[in-house]
T-cell receptor
Framework: QKEVEQNSGPLSVPEGAIASLNCTYSDRGSQSFFWYRQYSGKSPELIMFIYSNGDKEDGRFTAQLNKASQYVSLLIRDSQPSDSATYLCAVAGGTSYGKLTFGQGTILTVHP | EAGVAQSPRYKIIEKRQSVAFWCNPISGHATLYWYQQILGQGPKLLIQFQNNGVVDDSQLPKDRFSAERLKGVDSTLKIQPAKLEDSAVYLC????????????FGSGTRLTVV
């Protein structure tokens, strides 16, 4: 079982819709959870992190964490073509103490 | 605040040749990471430094890869000899201490081994 699993997609949504990206992790000791966005040919860029169960909102982005289910998600409201990228889920803590372990990424395409 | 600097941006070498990558972290950041990202995959940690000491190099192929961080600032990652499967983007990242608030990546070095 991979430590961090994401649906590789691609996920295609129309402009203005809500994009939902999901991630599961195997280490129950994980404490911090991150979402990075990576445009083609660019390096990953941190967009959100969450530590506690529940929701965390930042503009059009909402991160959701459920530690009991070992599940993290990212919702992007009012999706724009500029949101088209690969979204990487990462976890830290537990066996990943002091470092981030990444999933394989989900490709998101927002079409006009 | 200047970001994480990496060089070169691109490198093409033949298999069995050697190559070196350089990283300068954000000023004052104690922790430095090297990741390998193969096309279509997520980044995989190769080595983690805390100041000039190695914290984790469990996934570094030590028969061909080496890394150092002299004086706890700049770092170099070397591959000798390179194999075709080493073709990837090599990302450097840094953080003030541990990764609790995530970290910032450099622009990466894209290595092609032919």
């Amino acid at each position: 079982q991979k430590e961090v699993e994401q649906n590789s997609g691609p996920l295609s949504v129309p402009e203005g819709a809500i994009a939902s990206l999901n991630c599961t992790y195997s280490d129950r000791g994980s404490q911090s959870f991150f979402w990075y966005r990576q445009y083609s040919g660019k390096s990953p860029e941190l967009i959100m992190f969450i530590y506690s169960n529940g929701d965390k909102e930042d503009g059009r982005f909402t991160a959701q964490l459920n530690k009991a289910s070992q599940y993290v998600s990212l919702l992007i409201r009012d999706s724009q073509p500029s949101d088209s990228a690969t979204y990487l889920c990462a976890v830290a803590g537990g066996t990943s103490y002091g470092k981030l372990t990444f999933g394989q990424g989900t490709i998101l395409t927002v079409h006009p | 605040e200047a970001g994480v600097a990496q060089s070169p941006r691109y490198k093409i070498i033949e298999k069995r040749q050697s190559v070196a990558f350089w990283c300068n972290p954000i000023s004052g950041h104690a922790t430095l990471y090297w990741y390998q990202q193969i096309l279509g995959q997520g980044p995989k940690l190769l080595i983690q430094f805390q100041n000039n000491g190695v914290v984790d190099d469990s996934q570094l192929p030590k028969d061909r890869f080496s890394a150092e961080r002299l004086k706890g600032v700049d770092s170099t990652l070397k591959i000798q000899p390179a194999k075709l499967e080493d073709s990837a983007v090599y990302l450097c990242a840094s953080s003030p201490t541990l990764a609790w608030n995530g970290y910032t990546f450099g622009s990466g070095t894209r290595l092609t081994v032919v």
